[in-house]
Structure formats: C-alpha cells, structure tokens
C-alpha cells in the first residue's frame, strides 16, 4: 500500500490509541476521558466550554463526558453565580491521581513513538505537524 498522508496519519493515530487505552484498561477510562483528564490536570476550574473548543469535543458531548466523570468519581462542577449555564469544573483527588497516570502514559506512548528520533528530527517533526495543525484549523475543519 502507498503510504500517503492520510494513511499515515489515520494509521498513527489507530496504533497511537490502541497503545494508550492497552495501558489505560485497568483504570476503567472510556474514549474522551483521557484527553479531558490532561486538560483539566492543566487548567483545574475551567468552564466546560473550554474543555470542549479546547479538546475539539462537541459541546453536548463533553456534557455527557463530564456526567459520566462526575459519577465515577473523577470531576466536579460548579456554578457561580447560580448561573447553571456556566459550570466550572474541577478534579476531585482520584481525577487528580488519574489524570498523573494517564499524563504518563502519553509521555510513555510518545517517548516509544518517537523511539529512534534524534532530537533534532523530534523537534522538526513537532514543527511541521504544527504547520499542518495550523492549515487544517485555518480551513475550519
């Protein structure tokens, strides 16, 4: 097979997933939480609106994602101002303990991805991943 663009980065992706949620199994993490996890272990007491323009999840999405965090212990929300539109939400002590383990793992993940990488093509590499990062957002895909 010719290994386009677009395979390439499907395929990545794919593998990249599949490496992450084999370590994350036993923590019982659905698709979503991870990224949110990251985000919020850097930005506790966002809105959710943020989580969702952020990890590029719909608004109704990262709604139900957060529901289902809630529940389980890892999140709590907040609203000032009895405004109920606008939720803060924060980790509780497990969402923080989870939130360093799943971290990990990317760093992990992507320490076995870039396996072999010089520094040098690790940082060009970032650099035109960017780029292509920055078109794609510039075409509003």
């Not at 097979?1 to 993490?29: D, G, I, R």
């Not at 509780?92 to 939130?99: N, V």
């Given at each position: 097979?010719?290994?386009?663009?677009?395979?390439?980065?499907?395929?990545?992706?794919?593998?990249?997933?599949?490496?992450?949620?084999?370590?994350?199994?036993?923590?019982?993490?659905s698709?979503?939480?991870?990224?949110?996890?990251e985000?919020?272990s850097?930005?506790?007491?966002?809105?959710?609106?943020?989580?969702?323009?952020?990890?590029?999840?719909?608004?109704?999405?990262?709604?139900?994602?957060?529901?289902?965090?809630?529940?389980d212990?890892?999140?709590i929300?907040?609203?000032?101002?009895?405004?109920?539109?606008?939720?803060?939400?924060y980790?509780?002590?497990?969402?923080?303990?989870?939130?360093?383990?799943?971290n990990?793992?990317?760093?992990?993940?992507?320490?076995?991805?870039?396996?072999?990488?010089?520094?040098?093509?690790?940082?060009?590499?970032?650099?035109?991943?960017?780029?292509?990062?920055?078109?794609?957002?510039?075409?509003?895909?």
């Open positions: 097979m010719n290994m386009t663009y677009h395979n390439l980065m499907f395929e990545n992706q794919t593998l990249f997933s599949k490496m992450v949620f084999s370590y994350l199994m036993p923590h019982a993490l698709i979503g939480q991870p990224k949110v996890l985000y919020l850097e930005h506790d007491g966002c809105m959710q609106k943020d989580i969702a323009q952020c990890c590029m999840i719909e608004p109704a999405s990262v709604t139900s994602l957060l529901t289902k965090m809630e529940k212990g890892l999140v929300r907040k609203e000032l101002h009895n405004n109920r539109r606008n939720l803060y939400v980790l509780t002590d497990l969402g923080r303990e989870k939130a360093k383990y799943v990990e793992v990317f760093s992990q993940v992507e320490s076995h991805a870039l396996d072999g990488l010089s520094e040098e093509e690790k940082r060009f590499l970032l650099e035109l991943l960017a780029k292509i990062n920055g078109n794609m957002k510039d075409k509003n895909i």
